[in-house]
């Protein structure tokens, strides 16, 4: 599948090169235009899959819009140039319109796209390099799919080795850091051991796949598809399938997953969905218990609470969509927002309610909100996709304590407990070659850095112990650019195939308030 999503891409760039004709068929002119992100098929790539079923949240009017104008947020352009107005009309309409068939991705199509090139447990424990194990960075390379094991103190790469087509989101390591496990959009979910240097398992999960989550206990790994529309649980040693959760609501609605994450101290899975408005809760051990069983409060929750499991799905009935949200340190809290909605919620997820709203217009990032002490008081602070603005969100009460105004709409945020400063990005507007450093003692900013004029700079982790922040120049010919924490100096400079996300091993396996989780 690999190959063949190349060979679609190739495909589709043979006919971008030659000229249109007047009267193209629309099928040509979605080869020519759409197919090398979304799939020939329809069936997705490095974009979502567009079939009626993953659009029901779009409506017509707003799709052509999309293609003319390009879509917020998203690496979707404009085509309104490019595209006469009966064109764009016609590639909507196509869109809409279901294809002769839909592939089945069932647990028999799962099964049987495993690949194992090493039994679990075959391996030798003891790493094949010597570094702290701990202060390890997976620096992903989207450029030409690779992804880079990087120490942490000499900054000097271990090992670089090839990836699936289109990784996205954050590989997640066991909890020993040992192993890591990746998503690619194509569904293929790999089983990389650290210490070996070796990918031992691959197992393909879905077709369009948003992210994957690995259990705080580190035995099990659930990936979340926009199609079909699924979770899938899967044994984390091998990686067989355990189970496979279709997600609906219990009018057989269905649902794309907008992401599914770890809620460690639950020892559960939280999985958000996309055209459904439930947040799910997803026990993975047997000792888990409601908390809070008195409050049943409707038949869905007395229905979700009969579903004994394995993975029991305990469902969250919602006001709005969600389909980007963040979790307060203790898990207990769940801060989300819909693309559409205009502001967000707070979800107690032990009394499973909604228990405030949040005043964040625009398109505030949540996933990439990061966490700190602020006179006392727990705060967060996300970036938002539509605006040069950072909002500053006091845990206690909910409220904005501060917008603070940066360059440019901006998409990944970073800190660590021993740094006084949050790095953000401008990725998504003019300044995307210069980051903006917050004082998180003052909540204002510190300085801009621009580490290459014209060049874009995004994402940014520090080592384990905080004192550099590792910065992604995200370019073909792109690098990874080490920092002085304290001084900004620039420590020292890798060259990378436009290097997307970086992770190390301590900020997440300790679930750092500076880093994603
Ligand atoms: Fe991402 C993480 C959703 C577009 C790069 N992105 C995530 C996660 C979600 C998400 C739910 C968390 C997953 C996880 O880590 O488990 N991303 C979305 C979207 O809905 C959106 C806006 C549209 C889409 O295409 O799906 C989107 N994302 C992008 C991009 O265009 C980016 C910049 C380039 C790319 O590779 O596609 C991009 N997303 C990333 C990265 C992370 C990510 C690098 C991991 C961040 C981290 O530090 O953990």
């Known amino acids: 599948m690999q190959h063949f999503s190349r060979l679609c891409m190739l495909a589709a760039a043979l006919l971008a090169s030659s000229p249109a004709s007047a009267a193209e068929p629309v099928p040509a002119v979605y080869a020519r235009h759409c197919a090398s992100c979304h799939g020939i098929d329809r069936l997705g790539g490095t974009g979502p899959a567009l079939l009626p079923e993953n659009l029901e949240r779009l409506r017509k009017p707003e799709a052509l819009k999309v293609i003319a104008n390009g879509r917020a947020?998203?690496?979707?352009?404009a085509f309104g140039d490019k595209l006469s107005a009966a064109e764009i009309q016609a590639l909507t309409d196509f869109v809409y319109t279901p294809p002769a068939s839909v592939p089945v991705w069932g647990l028999a199509e799962i099964k049987a796209s495993r690949i194992e090139n090493f039994k679990a447990g075959s391996l030798p424990d003891t790493p094949a390099f010597k570094a702290d194990l701990l202060n390890l960075f997976v620096v992903v390379e989207t450029g030409d799919h690779h992804a880079t094991l990087l120490d942490g103190d000499s900054f000097k790469p271990i090992h670089r080795f090839q990836t699936r087509f289109a990784l996205h989101g954050g590989p997640k390591f066991t909890p020993d850091g040992r192993y890591v496990y990746f998503a690619s959009r194509d569904g293929w979910i790999a089983k990389f051991d650290i210490w070996n240097l070796k990918i031992t398992h691959e197992i393909r999960a879905g077709i369009?796949?948003?992210?994957?989550?690995?259990?705080?206990?580190?035995?099990?790994?659930?990936v979340g598809n926009y199609l079909p529309q699924t979770l899938v649980v899967l044994d984390a040693a091998d990686l067989t399938p355990l189970k496979l959760i279709e997600a609906k609501d219990d009018t057989g609605k269905r649902s794309r997953v907008s992401a599914v994450y770890d809620a460690a101290p639950r020892k559960s899975f939280i999985a958000a969905l996309k055209d459904v408005?439930?947040?799910?809760?997803i026990p993975y051990t047997d000792e888990h218990e409601p908390i809070f069983p008195g409050l049943v409060h409707d038949f869905r929750m007395a229905e979700a609470l009969a579903d004994?499991?394995?993975?029991?799905?305990?469902?969250?009935?919602?006001?709005?969509?969600?389909?980007?949200?963040?979790?307060?340190q203790p898990y207990q809290h769940l801060m989300g927002a819909s693309r559409e909605g205009g502001k967000g919620q707070v979800v107690n997820l032990d009394a499973r309610i909604k228990v405030a709203d949040l005043d964040i217009p625009g398109m505030p990032h949540l996933g990439s909100g990061i966490t700190w002490d602020y006179q006392g008081r727990p705060v967060m602070a996300t970036p938002n996709l539509k605006s040069g603005v950072i909002s500053i969100i006091d845990m206690k009460n909910w409220k904005v304590i501060k917008r603070v105004e940066t360059l440019g709409s901006g998409f990944f945020m970073r800190s660590h407990e021993n740094t006084p400063y949050a790095w953000t990005d401008n990725f998504m507007s003019p300044a995307k070659d210069t980051l903006t450093i917050?004082?998180?003692?003052?909540l204002e900013v510190a300085r801009n850095l621009t580490p290459e004029p014209g060049k874009t700079a995004a994402h940014v982790e520090f080592t384990r112990d905080g004192r550099y922040a590792l910065v992604s120049i995200w370019e073909m010919d792109g690098a990874l650019i080490v920092y002085d924490a304290a001084t900004f100096k620039e420590v020292k400079r890798l060259p990378m195939s436009?290097?997307?996300?970086k992770?190390?091993?301590?900020?997440?396996?300790t679930r750092s308030a500076g880093t994603s989780h």
């Open 73 to 77: 947020a998203s690496q979707m352009m």
């Open 498 to 501: 436009k290097p997307s996300g």
């Open 277 to 281: 408005k439930e947040v799910w809760e």
């Open 208 to 222: 369009n796949t948003r992210n994957l989550a690995v259990s705080g206990d580190g035995r099990y790994v659930i």
């Open 503 to 509: 992770y190390n091993v301590y900020n997440k396996t």
């Open 438 to 442: 917050i004082d998180k003692r003052t």
């Open 308 to 328: 004994k499991g394995p993975f029991p799905v305990r469902r969250i009935p919602l006001d709005d969509y969600l389909d980007d949200f963040y979790f307060d």
